[in-house]
């Protein structure tokens, strides 16, 4: 995990070098790291990524606490209306820090009551349009970009290849499919097959696929734009007893699609990091700034590895509820 993590924190890429917040003052009555508390508001454990997100950020806090820091705490709310509760409760608490994983962009009004109040806030993932300190997230963007430059490495530029769409993700959605129909309109020889789900799930993966299979005598790879449906796209392959497909990719770091990404032997399995763990990285930030750091890049992008069965056993991290 060590390795893992260290791993993440060498990838980071500062997109934009811009001094955000600056100063924002002493907040709360610490004076430092061992007087401080920091405290991280995210939403329920809805799904498993976040579920996943919570698990690591549970981890972090014991270890800065094993550290020193004066005390830790993980806050989760069921909407927007209850965080932005929470949020005004630390105000009232005079909290030193916060990392904050919003609900949507709809929680501002909240996240600006924060800044005004002279806490400094690093942001996780969603976005808030405030001045906080930094923002820390993923890259959608070159998820889709690599694992479709991968797949068409392997099938050599030319074959059938099938897709996953869930329009119903909004963004997510767009974001990681954009830039494989951008890399897939290089190569004439590659024909697209669409499949559609409402819901990232492995349930309707496998039907989808199932149908595509039947309707689809020949098929080289599948695209998809998370692990959850690439598991349910791999037990449909298993249960057609189709040989033909040749690669999918997967996106997250879902640790049941690692296991399989190790042990398939005729599918070239991989995936693409949108990792849990960077909550770690955010929290990390909010260490920087209780010893003294003020100045931080306005966000902070992690760009994705590409997870293979070569390197696939570096990325296992028992316990893990994603």
Not at 271 to 277: D, E, L, M, N, V
Request: with cysteine.
């Amino acid at each position: 995990m060590k390795k893992f993590l260290l791993a993440a924190a060498l990838s980071v890429v500062a997109l934009f070098a811009v001094a955000c917040g600056g100063d924002n003052g002493t907040a709360g009555g610490g004076g430092g790291f061992e007087d401080s508390e920091i405290v991280v508001v995210v939403p329920a454990a809805a799904q498993g990524w976040i579920a996943a997100v919570h698990f690591f950020a549970d981890i972090k806090g014991q270890e800065l606490l094993d550290e020193g820091l004066g005390g830790f705490r993980v806050l989760a709310s069921q909407n927007i209306a209850e965080q932005a509760g929470q949020l005004d409760e630390l105000i009232s608490q005079n909290t030193d820090v916060i990392v904050l994983f919003p609900h949507s962009d709809e929680l501002d009004f909240a996240a600006q009551a924060v800044i005004d109040a002279n806490i400094p806030m690093f942001v996780f993932n969603r976005n808030v349009n405030v001045d906080f300190n930094s923002r820390l997230l993923g890259s959608n963007y070159y998820i889709g970009r690599r694992s479709a430059e991968t797949i068409a490495d392997v099938i050599g530029g030319e074959g059938i290849v099938a897709y996953i769409s869930v329009p119903a993700v909004g963004s997510t959605n767009v974001d990681r499919l954009t830039p494989f129909h951008d890399v897939m309109s290089t190569f004439p020889g590659i024909e697209l097959v669409t499949m559609t789900t409402t819901a990232i799930s492995m349930e309707e993966a496998l039907t989808v696929t199932t149908d595509m299979l039947t309707a689809n005598p020949h098929i080289d790879a599948i695209f998809t734009i998370d692990d959850q449906l690439s598991m349910g796209a791999l037990q449909a392959i298993r249960e057609a007893g189709r040989t033909d497909i040749r690669v999918m990719n997967g996106a997250g770091g879902m640790q049941a699609y690692f296991e399989e990404i190790m042990n398939e032997q005729d599918i070239y399995l991989f995936t693409a990091t949108f990792s849990p763990t960077m909550i770690m990285d955010t929290i990390d930030l909010a260490v920087e700034y209780l010893r003294g750091r003020r100045e931080f890049p306005e966000l902070t992008i992690i760009p994705p590895e590409i997870v293979t069965r070569d390197n696939a056993s570096n990325f296992i991290v028992p316990n893990s509820p994603w």
